[in-house]
Structure formats: C-alpha cells, structure tokens
C-alpha cells in the first residue's frame, strides 16, 4: 500500500513559486518525510527531509503540516531546470536507508 | 566530497548473455550501499541492500544478484538476462541521507 498520494502532474510558470502537496494521513509518529526529484534520464537527487517542524534549505522549503497527515514542498522561484518527477516518501529511518519511491508528481515549469 | 559512479552509462545485450554493473563510492566509510531498477515510465523498485561487505539483503526474488567484495564497491549481476530486465538501474550510497549515481540505462534485445 501507498504511503503518500501526490497529484501526478503539475504545471508551474517560471520566476513563480511551485507548491507540490503531498498527503501522508496514515504517518506514524517516527516516520520523517522526504523529498526527492528525478530529472530525465539522471538519477534522483535528494532535496530535504523533516519529522514535524518546517525546513528550509538552498534548494526548497517543506511544510508539514501540525497534525503532520500532509506536507508541502515549496520552490520559491521555479526555473526550467525544475522541471521534473518530485516524489515524496515517508521513512521511519532518520537516515534515509529504507525509501519506497511512489508514482511523484511530475513538475513541467513553463516559460 | 563523497561522490558515486556507474558504469557503464549504457549498454545493450542480447537475451540470454550475462551483465555485471558496477557501481563504486568515493569519499566515505562502510555506507549502505543500493540497488535499484526502473523499467521504462515506472517508479523506482530496490532490488537489493547491503549494510557491509558480502552482506547482500534481496528485496526482490529474480534472476539478478548482487556483490559486494569491497567496503565502497558494489556489484550487480545476472547469468542470463531476460527481456524483461530492461530499465535504468541506479546505484545509492547512504551514511545518513540516501544519494544516488547517475544510472546505467540496460537494454536487452
């Protein structure tokens, strides 16, 4: 069974900020939220992670909501070279050792 | 900075001929070392973990297998492979948060 459910595509206009929801209502109290993005054809690049306060790093910002069932990964300024499959995971291991990749969204950042 | 290889970047084989990837991480001690197959509009499927050296943990029963002789190298293989093992297989390395190669895109024929 799908831990998360994320919409499977989004478009997003470039300079604009993109918002890439995900639900995860069956989250356990342990389990921490990951993001990562697959670019075509490269390997998925790991983008931020967090358990239930809000982070925020070079790349994106997360929010997770208080009741931590969904969470929000943010582009601030989405330029072309965003434009890829974003998936969200929820992992009970802190490290990131055990990730089970779903469907994702697929992000298409427009002129 | 720890950095992880594959190789090679493409390949294609002839059902029935044997495939060794491997895969090799610079720049860090004893990590966890992955592999993982996507067939072709797919999502990302692990085949098979090791925490250490000759400690392989399958997560999918099929005719590949996987090796780790050294602490940053890892190696999948397959004795015949089948048309069914086409896809991108990608390789990850994990100390704390989980990174990936850049892939090797296998085609059978």
């Known amino acids: 069974d799908a831990k998360t459910t994320q919409p499977t595509s989004m478009d997003c206009a470039e300079g604009r900020a993109a918002n890439l929801p995900c639900n995860h209502s069956t989250i356990s109290g342990n389990e921490y939220v990951y993001w990562y993005r697959q670019i075509h054809s490269q390997g998925p690049q790991y983008i931020i992670h967090g358990l239930k306060n809000n982070e925020t790093n070079e790349m994106a910002s997360l929010i997770i909501t208080e009741d931590r069932k969904s969470s929000t990964l943010i582009l601030p300024h989405a330029t072309l070279r965003d434009t890829a499959v974003y998936y969200c995971i929820v992992s009970e291991d802190n490290a990131g050792n055990m990730l089970t990749f779903g469907g994702g969204t697929r992000l298409m950042v427009k002129p | ?109």
């Open chain 2, 1 to 109: 900075s720890q950095t992880i290889h594959q190789w090679p970047a493409t390949l294609v084989q002839p059902v029935g001929s044997p495939l060794s990837l491997e895969c090799t991480v610079e720049g860090t001690s004893n990590p966890n070392l992955y592999w993982y197959r996507q067939a072709a509009g797919r999502g990302l499927q692990l085949l098979f973990y090791s925490v250490g050296i000759g400690q392989i943990s399958s997560e999918v029963p099929q005719n590949l297998s996987a090796s780790r002789p050294q602490d940053r190298q890892f190696i999948l293989s397959s004795k015949k492979l089948l048309l069914s093992d086409s896809g991108f297989y990608l390789c990850a390395w994990s100390v704390g948060t989980q990174y990936f190669g850049p892939g090797t895109r296998l085609t059978v024929l």
